[in-house]
């Protein structure tokens, strides 16, 4: 079997960069040649999950043919959020744990649950194909579903996450997993620092909803205020990336990982959608929404039902 590389979605995060580095893990021990690597740079949370395990960050690619003509998906399924010669390649395998909008051409191995990270399902199949856990590599597993879920705050959190994290908490050595969770979080979550651009499209997916193009953006902070101070600068530089790559909506859920609660900025056509979606008013652009934290099970869902 030649050699597969296998990656997560566009503008990763934690799930994303250590679920091809766990899977690519696994695929080597069961005997396939398989590569991990990411399709964009490591966020500042991802950093600090690397650093505290000691692992590299795999290489970015922009396109896999020149390469390989075989790739894995882990942490997403859509095209629009997948590396940009994807179909030029071959698909043989997807992990995911979000909703499914993916065609192929011939079978392929297809695993999706609907649960809280990706990285969950493959912690399940490790124990599956009874492969010992390294502890970095659990080190790694615990970070993505603390960061996914929020430290099992979010409602995408099942009871799999819930059981997952003591047990590899134990394995990576991590003696209180929630003082740990807090830190890395923080480590996250400092915006003042980061551009607008960065703070838009560091955690942005695009999704296809009704024909239009919706971009949503998360950022995860400790103080909404240092979001919100920078309110003019965010919105020129959305009003740009809107014009420059053909949005149709542009959101950005501020996330406080302390309180659980979100603020919607919102830009661009049929801005209406969102206010109905959520049953609330936009004000100077922007929707309190308390009690949200996650896109996938939150934001994008009732989104999706409104500009279907």
């Known amino acids: 079997m030649s050699k597969e590389l296998v990656f997560g979605h566009k503008n990763p995060d934690t799930d994303a960069i250590s679920c091809a580095i766990e899977y690519a893990y696994l695929a080597n021990k069961l005997g396939d040649e398989v590569e991990a690597v990411a399709l964009g740079e490591t966020n500042n949370e991802t950093n600090f999950v690397l650093n505290h395990f000691n692992v590299k960050a795999p290489r970015v690619i922009t396109k896999a043919k020149p390469e390989v003509d075989s790739v894995v998906l882990v942490d997403h399924n859509e095209a629009i959020q997948s590396v940009s010669d994807l179909a030029d390649v071959t698909v043989t395998s997807v992990i995911d744990h979000h909703k499914i909008d993916f065609t192929s051409a011939q079978p392929l191995f297809y695993r999706a649950e609907p649960i809280g990270c990706c990285s969950t399902i493959i912690y399940k199949m490790y124990l599956e194909n009874d492969v010992e856990i390294p502890s970095n590599i659990a080190g790694l597993m615990l970070s993505s579903i603390i960061s996914d879920t929020l430290l099992l705050k979010s409602p995408t959190t099942t009871d ?107 830009l661009g056509e049929g801005t209406e959608a969102v206010e109905t979606a959520f049953n609330h008013k936009l004000s100077n652009n922007r929707m309190n929404l308390p009690g949200v934290v996650s896109r996938k099970k939150q934001v994008v869902p009732p989104l999706t039902k409104v500009l279907k």
């Open 160 to 266: 799999d996450e819930r059981n997952a994290v003591p047990a590899l908490a134990k394995i990576a050595g991590v003696a209180d997993y929630e003082a740990y969770g807090i830190e890395m979080l923080k480590a996250g979550s400092d915006v003042n620092s980061r551009s607008a651009e960065d703070i838009l499209e560091g955690d942005a997916k695009s999704f296809d909803m009704g024909g239009k193009t919706v971009r949503i953006g998360q950022v995860n902070t400790v103080d909404l205020n240092d979001v919100f101070k920078r309110q003019d600068e965010l919105e020129d530089t959305m009003k740009s990336l809107i014009t420059n790559n053909s949005y149709d909506l542009f959101l950005l859920l501020a996330t406080n990982v302390l309180t659980s609660d979100s603020e919607l900025l919102v």
